[in-house]
């Protein structure tokens, strides 16, 4: 039975994935709890289009209508948990065919810095420009819910001596101020073709020419030798995630804050990456290759 929160014509849904991630369960339970007895729908998908299934399987009977949509997952300017550049424009026209999604229904990406954008890219941005109505990115590191009235971000921060570097545009802010708005107007993202899209998963082997091979080679296993810090806690996604083979075997990395933070995904080590801005933008072209 599908719930509204201040008029019984509309539906506010905020939903969270099924992520292995302690921060993230800490949101699941606290959101599935309170949902119900604040008007909210709460829903947990496992990818993008597991969540739109969800959406329209809650149109059981009379349509009514979507006010609201937050998704609560980890972000970054081109990521929001499973949605991300690559399906964006799918993700979006799709919702967009559900019955009860109109002009009004706002998407709120609830992850950290999905508002800004880094290397000419922005998940809320580029989600919207499919969309065709309200979308709302974060505009900083992201903590609270816009379901909760308890967001907000700050643009750059400190834990246990590592510096989360701010990305452009990012700010501090409380309440309505810690989201952009993006819409109808937001820039378009090109001429009219024929495509299909391809879902791939997985490490895809890319050669790097020697001298940057090595270059980004002695500036990992410089940071790594010095002592590491516990990563922060927030809902950050990763910039890049790549594996590579150090002295004691293969390793996979990620880098956050813009490359300028290198996490093991494994160990949950940080340290700072003094060079990590350099190297992600060197990077970021072979993440949109097509896989092999």
């Given at each position: 039975?599908?719930r509204s929160n201040e008029?019984?014509?509309?539906?506010?849904?905020?939903?969270?994935?099924?992520?292995?991630?302690?921060?993230?369960?800490?949101?699941?339970?606290?959101?599935?709890?309170?949902?119900?007895?604040?008007?909210?729908?709460?829903?947990?998908?496992?990818?993008?289009?597991?969540?739109?299934?969800?959406?329209?399987?809650?149109?059981?009977?009379?349509?009514?209508?979507?006010?609201?949509?937050?998704?609560?997952?980890?972000?970054?300017?081109?990521?929001?948990?499973?949605?991300?550049?690559?399906?964006?424009?799918?993700?979006?026209?799709?919702?967009?065919?559900?019955?009860?999604?109109?002009?009004?229904?706002?998407?709120?990406?609830?992850?950290?810095?999905?508002?800004?954008?880094?290397?000419?890219?922005?998940?809320?941005?580029?989600?919207?420009?499919?969309?065709?109505?309200?979308?709302?990115?974060?505009?900083?590191?992201?903590?609270?819910?816009?379901?909760?009235?308890?967001?907000?971000?700050?643009?750059?921060?400190?834990?246990?001596?590592?510096?989360?570097?701010?990305?452009?545009?990012?700010?501090?802010?409380?309440?309505?101020?810690?989201?952009?708005?993006?819409?109808?107007?937001?820039?378009?993202?090109?001429?009219?073709?024929?495509?299909?899209?391809?879902?791939?998963?997985?490490?895809?082997?890319?050669?790097?020419?020697?001298?940057?091979?090595?270059?980004?080679?002695?500036?990992?296993?410089?940071?790594?030798?010095?002592?590491?810090?516990?990563?922060?806690?927030?809902?950050?996604?990763?910039?890049?995630?790549?594996?590579?083979?150090?002295?004691?075997g293969e390793h996979v990395?990620?880098?956050?804050?813009?490359?300028?933070?290198?996490?093991?995904?494994?160990?949950?080590?940080?340290?700072?990456?003094?060079?990590?801005?350099?190297?992600?933008?060197?990077?970021?072209?072979?993440?949109?290759?097509?896989?092999?």
């Open positions: 039975m599908l008029d019984e014509d509309f539906v506010h849904i905020v939903a969270a994935p099924r992520d292995e991630n302690d921060i993230l369960a800490e949101n699941r339970a606290r959101l599935s709890a309170w949902a119900p007895s604040n008007g909210w729908i709460y829903l947990e998908y496992l990818d993008v289009f597991d969540l739109l299934s969800r959406i329209a399987d809650l149109q059981t009977t009379a349509v009514q209508l979507v006010a609201e949509i937050e998704i609560v997952a980890h972000g970054n300017p081109a990521v929001c948990d499973d949605l991300v550049l690559e399906n964006a424009t799918v993700g979006a026209e799709s919702l967009r065919r559900i019955a009860g999604i109109a002009d009004t229904t706002a998407v709120y990406l609830s992850g950290c810095n999905t508002g800004v954008e880094f290397n000419d890219e922005c998940i809320a941005r580029s989600f919207a420009a499919a969309y065709k109505a309200p979308v709302f990115g974060s505009r900083g590191y992201l903590a609270g819910t816009h379901a909760e009235r308890t967001e907000h971000c700050v643009a750059s921060f400190e834990l246990d001596g590592i510096v989360y570097h701010s990305y452009p545009g990012a700010i501090d802010a409380t309440g309505d101020r810690a989201w952009k708005r993006f819409g109808p107007r937001s820039r378009s993202t090109g001429g009219e073709h024929m495509q299909i899209k391809i879902a791939t998963s997985g490490f895809r082997p890319v050669n790097l020419a020697v001298t940057e091979g090595q270059e980004l080679l002695s500036a990992l296993e410089q940071v790594v030798r010095t002592k590491p810090a516990q990563s922060a806690r927030m809902r950050m996604a990763p910039d890049l995630t790549f594996a590579i083979r150090l002295a004691d990395f990620e880098l956050l804050a813009g490359g300028t933070v290198l996490r093991d995904p494994v160990t949950k080590h940080v340290w700072q990456f003094e060079r990590g801005r350099e190297i992600l933008q060197s990077l970021l072209p072979y993440r949109k290759l097509p896989a092999a």
